[in-house]
């Protein structure tokens, strides 16, 4: 079944940069829309940035201008590329996606990736 998985979480410093990656596998299938969501320690999950079929974004106030949020369809591959990182950054990241087939569409997690921002 097709699946998402993360990659590129890390420890960086304040200031830093990081490039988080979003593979999407195990089917013949298109992506709708897809997004990065975080979920701080004794937070519930947020939204941080999406991106339609069309390329549109979104994103949460907190990150905008430091944030981008990026597509490539041919390779089934979502990027979250992260710069001038503050320590309320850290968190789990999780991407997320619409997956359709011919017979239908779902939406699909991944297992999420550690952001932690500190000195």
């Given amino acids: 079944q097709a699946q998402l998985v993360e990659s590129g979480g890390d420890l960086v410093q304040p200031g830093g940069s990081l490039r988080l990656s979003c593979a999407a596998s195990g089917g013949a299938f298109s992506i709708d ?3 990065w969501y975080r979920q701080a320690p004794g937070k519930q999950r947020e ?3 999406t991106i339609n079929s069309d390329g ?14 990026s ?3 041919a ?18 990241y999780y991407c997320n996606a ?3 087939n011919m017979w239908g569409a779902r939406t699909v997690w991944g297992q999420g ?4 921002i500190s000195s």
């Avoid at 106030?61 to 981008?68: A, L, N």
């Avoid at 390779?75 to 789990?92: H, I």
């Fill in 113 to 116: 990736t550690q952001v932690t």
């Fill in 47 to 49: 939204m941080v940035a």
């Fill in 71 to 73: 597509r490539d369809n």
């Fill in 75 to 92: 390779q089934k591959m979502g990027y979250l590329q992260m710069n001038s990182l503050k320590p309320e950054d850290t968190a789990v």
């Fill in 33 to 35: 829309a897809m997004g």
């Fill in 98 to 100: 619409r997956l359709r």
């Fill in 56 to 69: 549109v974004t979104n994103y949460v106030d907190s990150v905008k201008g430091r944030f981008t949020i």
